[in-house]
C-alpha cells in the first residue's frame, strides 16, 4: 500500500472498536435469551422474579390540565321565604282553616301558626325580601321585612333549606323577629360637571319627553344601531328637565364637539301625569353626528364616583 493512502493509527482502532462493540452486543443478547429459557424452564415463580428484577424504562405521560367544575350558582329563596312570611302573618291559630293559614302550614309543617289578639294591628299591607344569606350547604337566612298601614316596619329572619336545582325548599324553623339592615352610606356620584342650557340638555329634554309621554318619535334622538322603546302606554303628560350633570368635561361645552365624541349624563326630570308630580332621574350616554347629540345608552342604575374612597 502507497503511503498516501496507508491508514492512520486512529482510522485503524475506529472499525476495531465498532466491531468490538457490536460483537459484545450480541453475547449479551445470546445470553438473554438463554437466561429467558432457563426461567421459563424453572417455572412460573422465577418467571414472576425475573420479569421483576428487569429494570423497565417508563414513559411519563403528559400531564393533562385539570378541567374547571362548573357549578350552578345556588337557588336564592328569598321569594319562598317571602311568600311564607305573607301567609303567616295573616294567619291565626284559632282558624288553621282559612287560606292564608293553610298555605303557612303547608310550607311549614313544624311551625305553630301566630295568635293575634281581637284588637291587635291587622295583616301586613305588604311584605318583601331584604336580604338573604346562604349556610353551610343548602341551609339559607333570608330577612323579609312587613309593612304595616301605619308605616311601621318589622323584619324577620326566616329558615329556609333549598336543593341545589332550586326545585324545592322548605322552612325549616319559626321565623326570628330581628333589627332592619343599617342603611348604607349614601355614595359620592361622579356627575360633578354641571350642563348649560344648549344643545346637549335640549337633545335629553326632548328624548325623555318622547321616551315617557309619547309626544314625538323616539327613535329620531338615538344614535345609529341603537333601539329603545318609548314606555308605553305613556305614563306622563309632561315632562320639565330640572338639572343636568355630567360626568366628562366636554358635557359643560357651548358648542357639539367632533363627531363620534361621548358624554354621560344624569338628568334630573319632573313628570307630571293627572295624579301628580313625580321627580325622576335617568343616566345617559349620547354621542356627537353630524352637528348633533344622539342618545347612545339609557342606563338603569346611577355611576358612583370609584375615585372617592
Not at 113 to 121: E, F, G, K, S, T
Request: aromatic share 6%.
Amino acid at each position: 500500500m502507497s503511503p498516501g493512502k496507508q491508514a492512520s493509527p486512529g482510522e485503524a482502532a475506529a472499525p476495531m472498536a465498532a466491531g468490538a462493540r457490536l460483537e459484545a452486543m450480541r453475547r449479551r443478547a445470546r445470553v438473554s435469551r438463554v437466561a429467558v429459557w432457563t426461567v421459563i424452564a424453572a417455572g412460573p415463580i422465577a418467571l414472576a422474579v425475573a420479569v421483576a428484577s428487569t429494570p423497565t424504562t417508563v414513559a411519563a405521560a403528559p400531564a393533562t390540565t385539570p378541567t374547571a367544575a362548573r357549578t350552578a350558582p345556588a337557588a336564592d329563596p328569598s321569594g319562598y321565604a317571602q311568600l311564607f312570611i305573607g301567609a303567616w302573618l295573616r294567619s291565626s291559630a284559632d282558624d288553621p282553616t282559612t287560606a292564608q293559614a293553610r298555605l303557612a302550614q303547608s310550607m311549614a309543617p313544624d311551625v305553630e301558626l301566630p295568635n293575634p289578639a281581637a284588637d291587635a294591628q291587622s295583616a301586613p299591607q305588604s311584605v318583601a325580601a331584604v336580604r338573604s344569606a346562604q349556610r353551610i350547604g343548602g341551609a339559607w337566612s333570608v330577612t323579609v321585612a312587613a309593612q304595616y298601614a301605619d308605616g311601621s316596619v318589622r323584619y324577620y329572619t326566616v329558615p329556609v333549606t333549598a336543593d341545589p336545582s332550586g326545585s324545592s325548599f322548605a322552612v325549616t324553623g319559626a321565623p326570628a323577629v330581628v333589627a332592619g339592615p343599617a342603611r348604607a352610606g349614601v355614595p359620592k356620584l361622579a356627575y360633578g360637571v354641571t350642563v348649560p342650557d344648549g344643545g346637549l340638555s335640549s337633545a335629553v329634554g326632548e328624548f325623555l319627553t318622547a321616551y315617557l309621554t309619547g309626544a314625538g318619535e323616539v327613535d329620531r334622538y338615538l344614535a345609529p344601531g341603537v333601539n329603545l322603546t318609548a314606555v308605553s302606554p305613556a305614563p306622563f303628560t309632561a315632562v320639565t328637565v330640572q338639572q343636568i350633570t355630567g360626568i366628562e368635561e366636554t358635557a359643560a361645552a357651548d358648542q357639539v364637539l367632533a363627531d363620534g365624541t361621548k358624554v354621560r349624563v344624569l338628568a334630573s326630570v319632573e313628570a307630571r301625569d293627572t295624579t301628580g308630580r313625580w321627580p325622576l332621574a335617568y343616566e345617559l350616554t349620547l354621542k356627537a353626528r353630524s352637528g348633533r347629540w344622539d342618545v347612545a345608552a339609557l342606563e338603569a342604575g346611577i355611576t358612583q364616583d370609584r375615585s372617592a374612597r
